[in-house]
């Protein structure tokens, strides 16, 4: 099953989806996205997650410990 995870992270951050697994699923797939996209040149290394969806990322790292 293909997930539009932009759309998943964006919900959750809005609110409008609980953070569940699917949204640390997808920030973790569109992390590692970019990871590739930064790989691809130096034209994209300035490029980054936003700060609220590091804060997201961070939030599952404290679940975790």
Wanted: glycine share 6%.
């Amino acid at each position: 099953m293909d997930f539009n995870h932009c759309q998943i992270v964006r919900e959750t951050l809005t609110g409008q989806r609980a953070v569940d697994e699917q949204s640390f699923a997808s920030v973790a797939i569109l992390a590692e996205r970019l990871e590739r996209l930064k790989k691809l040149g130096e034209n994209f290394g300035s490029v980054g997650l936003s700060d609220a969806v590091e804060e997201l990322a961070k939030r599952k790292s404290a679940v975790a410990v």
